[in-house]
């Protein structure tokens, strides 16, 4: 996922230089989309292993 995020980010860097407004709008949007969903899901890998008594690093 966090891979991703950072296609679309470049993307949208390269997509920006280039003269692309309008995808490299939409390419941020999704980047920002795709490393907030992955940041929620690595808290709550953090929160369930944390109470399941494993180490969480």
């Known amino acids: 996922m966090l891979g991703w995020a950072l ?3 470049l993307m949208a860097l390269v997509a920006g230089f ?7 709008g939409f390419a941020a949007t999704v980047a920002k989309i795709l490393f907030v969903i992955f940041l929620v899901l690595l808290v709550a890998t953090f929160v369930v ?3 399941r008594g494993r180490s969480v690093l």
């Open 18 to 24: 280039l003269g692309f407004a309008g995808l490299a």
């Open 49 to 51: 292993r944390a109470f």
């Open 7 to 9: 296609v679309f980010a």
